[in-house]
């Protein structure tokens, strides 16, 4: 699906504030539910999910504060946009994830070692059954915001309720066992499970924020489908130094193109306005520099002589690793 951010970036500020404003709620509903549930059931699984949902209240709130800082425009001091604090918002999260884990963890060992078993197993049930239907509907509406979107603010946040899914589904489990088979260990086991997911969950969620914030390269079927559109462009004799990265919805890609060593400097412009012409019809939301050189000129670089034309962007990766190695 075509991000939304193609044609109106105002309308994908507005989507992805909208799901931030949703996750907000379903925190602040679910916080209160869990206090209550919590203290009355004395669950190591339910405090855990308590722990976890209010841990969704900040990092929502993170979330909301990177996607509006990553709509603002690029300035002066930011000229390539703020793009990146939805990455960083996406990593505030990740921390966050990672302390609820081990704190549910702490909790579950101390109430399995304790004996301390729930009670009103009901109450936490009934708490439960409603987090998961409030959980699934924003679990939708982040999804159609993604989809429309690709941010990695929500994205992350996503994946956060995700695992809510599972902790929720584990407490209803546990409270079950224990108050109608007598499986003492039930609730601690779950908890522990729910630990474990919830720090799994991080680290997967942090790769995608740490490839932008590193500026790490497009996958390469997307740099070969940025040079099929150049290929055959009047004009163009070859390109190559393709560099390209990533910060928040705004992708940047800079290289360098031979052309004719006679051509005017007029020639070579037009040259390279045909390409940006090319390229903006598979990359709309792409910024690109394009840099001429004359045909036939050797330049010191990483991986300057690499036709990527003839090659593709594979040698191009080779040829990096040869010159720091």
């Known amino acids: ?85 939805e990455a960083l918002a996406a990593l505030v999260q990740v921390i966050l994830i990672s302390i609820s884990a081990v704190g549910i963890a702490a909790r579950a060992i101390s109430q399995w070692l304790g004996n301390v078993r729930p ?69 601690p086991l779950f908890a522990l499970g729910i630990a474990g997911w919830l720090a799994w969950n991080a680290f997967q969620a942090s790769r995608e924020a740490v490839d932008h914030l590193m500026d790490k390269e497009w996958p390469i079927e997307k740099r070969e489908k940025l040079l099929e559109l150049m290929r055959g462009t009047p004009g ?15 992708d940047f890609a800079q290289f360098h193109v031979w052309v004719d060593a006679n051509m005017t400097v007029k020639d070579a412009h ?16 792409t910024e690109f520099l394009i840099h001429p050189d004359p045909l036939g000129i050797e330049e010191d670089g990483p991986y300057s002589q690499v036709d990527l034309l003839e090659t593709g962007p594979e040698p191009d990766i080779v040829g990096m690793s040869e010159e720091k190695g």
């Open 1 to 85: 699906m075509a991000s939304v951010s193609t044609n109106n970036p105002d309308r994908r500020s507005a989507l992805t504030r909208s799901a931030a404003f949703a996750s907000i709620s379903v925190a602040v509903l679910l916080l209160g539910l869990k206090i209550y549930a919590a203290i009355v059931t004395d669950s190591a699984a339910m405090l855990g999910s308590l722990a976890d949902t209010a841990l969704d209240l900040v990092a929502s709130l993170s979330t909301l504060v990177g996607v509006w800082v990553a709509s603002q425009p690029a300035d002066a001091n930011h000229r390539f946009g703020h793009g990146k604090a």
């Open 119 to 187: 009670e009103e197993a009901e109450t936490g049930i009934a708490v439960s059954v409603i987090a998961l239907v409030a959980t699934l509907a924003l679990l939708a509406w982040q999804r159609y915001v993604i989809a429309h979107t690709s941010s990695v603010a929500i994205r992350t946040d996503h994946v956060h309720y995700q695992s809510d899914i599972l902790l929720n589904l584990g407490v209803i489990a546990a409270l079950a066992l224990d108050r109608w088979i007598g499986f003492s260990g039930a609730d």
């Open 236 to 250: 163009l004799e070859g390109v190559h130094d393709l560099r390209t990265r990533t910060s928040g919805n705004q």
């Open 270 to 285: 037009d040259v390279m306005d045909r390409i940006e012409d090319e390229l903006h019809i598979g990359f709309p939301d």
